[in-house]
């Protein structure tokens, strides 16, 4: 754990336990589904209102909304309000890497550009 004047760390090396391993796989399986996962990525480039987002994925504002609740109930998500508006952004660095290479290892798939290491 880090004190106030210490960096966070981008690397834990850890042992993953019972509790890593289902923390992990819910943060996971928050991200398996396509609507969300877009909502997330566009939240990866800088936090967003629920009018921004719903005209970047073109899903109706409703599902955009119940999308939203569900990946700040699993805590992936933080908001604030600015006037009338919510605005959303992720709760941490790891979760934009892990969008950004997930959406990076989707490109290889559907592009067949060359793997690498």
Not at 41 to 49: D, E, F, H, K, Y
Request: glycine residues 6%; charged residues 20%; without cysteine.
């Amino acid at each position: 754990m880090s004190t106030a004047d210490e960096q966070p760390s981008l690397i834990h090396p850890v042992t993953p336990g019972p509790e890593h391993l289902a923390a992990a796989s819910e943060t996971l399986r928050m991200l398996a589904e396509p609507t969300r996962l877009h909502l997330l990525w566009q939240l990866s480039a800088g936090p967003r209102t629920v009018t921004e987002m719903t005209d970047a994925s073109g899903a109706p504002r409703t599902v955009v909304s119940q999308h939203l609740a569900k990946l700040r109930l699993s805590g992936l998500v933080d908001t604030r309000k600015n006037g009338r508006h919510i605005v959303y952004s992720l709760r941490d660095g790891h979760l934009i890497r892990l969008i950004t290479e997930a959406i990076n290892h989707a490109d290889h798939m559907v592009t067949g550009e060359a793997r690498h290491q």
